[in-house]
């Protein structure tokens, strides 16, 4: 199964984070043993996700499942967590009877809420008792229930936002900067969003590399990339690529193969 081609949240439980931390967590899952089967019909199955530069805890509930990162399999053992960066293509190999409790974060969210910065997983994956106690680990993975973990996690970052009181300015800008561009249209180029947030674009890039460890052009390419690509296997028939900055269906088509190795093109 593919990310955006294929309907891989249908896989799990999802659940919103709670008001003090929305601006941090995008979301918590859960793998859903029922759902997985009507889909995989109790076969060997792998996930594939493109780069997003969001980091994101994966609690291994299951048995081992094998990671492919640039080209190399990782062995992930069960009772195990990791946090990658999804800074490159990642490939899941999973079994029908794959257990994974998933926190996914804002991009510069680690820094505030463990006090690390996110470009510290740009090797792709760590151990998760790099940035959580261990004896936080061990609890969730021997929580009851999905939302039992969910309760563990918030109690955690919440404490630890609120231990920390200082503004980091790097990550304001950023995510105010990313808030422009999502909240007008994806239209704005990297100038434009620069001067939008009374700085340069080389600082605006510093600021970028700082917090997420890309380019600003990368970053928001990636999320107009994503959000027409989404637009696109929805409705083909009515997509416009003019919408989204493209010039037109071919320039949309390459970015698509860019971006994914996937080629694309009209259903006729």
Known sequence: MTELFNNIRGLYRFKAPCEELKDDIEFFSESCFESTKQIVNDRPFTIKMFK?????FWINLGPTYN??????????????????????????INHPSDHLFTVKFFPGALKQLVAAEQTRLNEGW??????LPCSLIQKIMLAECFEDRIDLMQQYFIQKKGNNKTTDHYTKLVRQTIAYYTENG??????????????????????????????????????????ALSSFL???????????????????????????????????
């Open 126 to 131: 760590i151990g998760l008792n790099e940035l």
């Open 52 to 56: 997003s530069w969001t980091p994101t």
């Open 67 to 92: 990671l492919v990162l640039n080209g190399m399999i990782q062995k992930i053992k069960a009772n195990s967590a990791i946090a990658v960066t999804r800074n490159v293509t990642i490939e899941r």
């Open 234 to 268: 929805h409705d083909r028939k009515n997509f416009d690529p003019g919408t989204y900055g493209y010039y037109d269906k071919s320039h949309f088509y390459r970015s698509v193969a860019d971006f994914t190795g996937e080629r694309i093109a009209d259903q006729n």
């Open 186 to 227: 994806l239209k704005f180029n990297i100038n434009e969003l620069a001067l939008k947030s009374f700085t340069s674009s080389r600082t605006l890039g510093r600021y970028f590399d700082r917090v997420i460890g890309v380019s600003p052009k990368q970053y928001v390419e990636s999320i107009r990339l994503r959000t």
